[in-house]
């Protein structure tokens, strides 16, 4: 072995190793008092649903969404939405959660401003009833939806124009819910413990 070729082997393994000692960086962290204020609850009231869903920032600092679905009045869904800010994702970013659900599956909803069709883009995640998870979404996954329908001439999402994030329970289940989220951070988990799909659910009447 050559030395040029010790020195790129060499260099290829600190980059990796860099690499893998990235930290994450983090979006939301609830243990601050004041992370009320940045949340907003948005159901299928506005086009005429029955579902129920809020949240709450517990005293141990994590998210609570909560509420009942209903599938009445062609309603179906619940979210919790953050107001518009800053995010500042890069490509190649993955949203990263750690989760207690109840077993049902999520979605994670990204929002970007424009002035043309009301677009989100959207991955979904499947939680394990009273166990802690850390979820990883590759924003790379994530798919554009209209109204809850995928829009497939979409152009993917561009992360540096997110501007806003949100929860929302779509599964057509109708029921009490509970999800429980203690951080959002861009970056890698510590260990993959579920497998996430990004296929989205349609629904005429979700946004």
Do not use: H
Not at 103 to 121: E, H, M
């Amino acid at each position: 072995m050559t030395g040029s070729t010790v020195l790129a082997v060499l260099l290829c393994l600190n980059s990796a190793v860099a690499t893998e000692k990235q930290p994450m960086r983090t979006l939301f962290d609830f243990s601050n008092p004041n992370a009320a204020k940045f949340w907003q609850a948005v159901n299928d009231g506005v086009m005429g649903g029955l579902s129920e869903g809020d949240f709450a920032i517990a005293k141990r600092g994590q998210l609570e969404f909560t509420g009942s679905l209903s599938l009445e009045n062609n309603g179906g869904f619940a979210s919790v939405r953050a107001r518009s800010s800053k995010l500042k994702l890069k490509d190649g970013d993955s949203i990263v959660l750690r989760v207690r659900g109840d077993g049902r599956t999520y979605l994670l909803q990204l929002y970007v401003p424009t002035r043309k069709i009301a677009y989100s883009y959207r991955s979904e995640f499947k939680t394990v009833k009273d166990k802690w998870l850390e979820v990883e979404l590759p924003l790379d996954k994530f798919v554009a939806t209209w109204f809850g329908r995928e829009v497939e001439t979409a152009e993917k999402v561009k992360p540096p124009e997110v501007t806003g994030i949100g929860l929302m329970l779509a599964d057509k289940q109708a029921g009490p819910f509970k999800l429980v989220v203690e951080w959002i951070k861009t970056g890698m988990p510590t260990k993959n413990e579920i497998a996430v799909s990004a296929k989205p659910r349609s629904k005429r009447n979700e946004n």
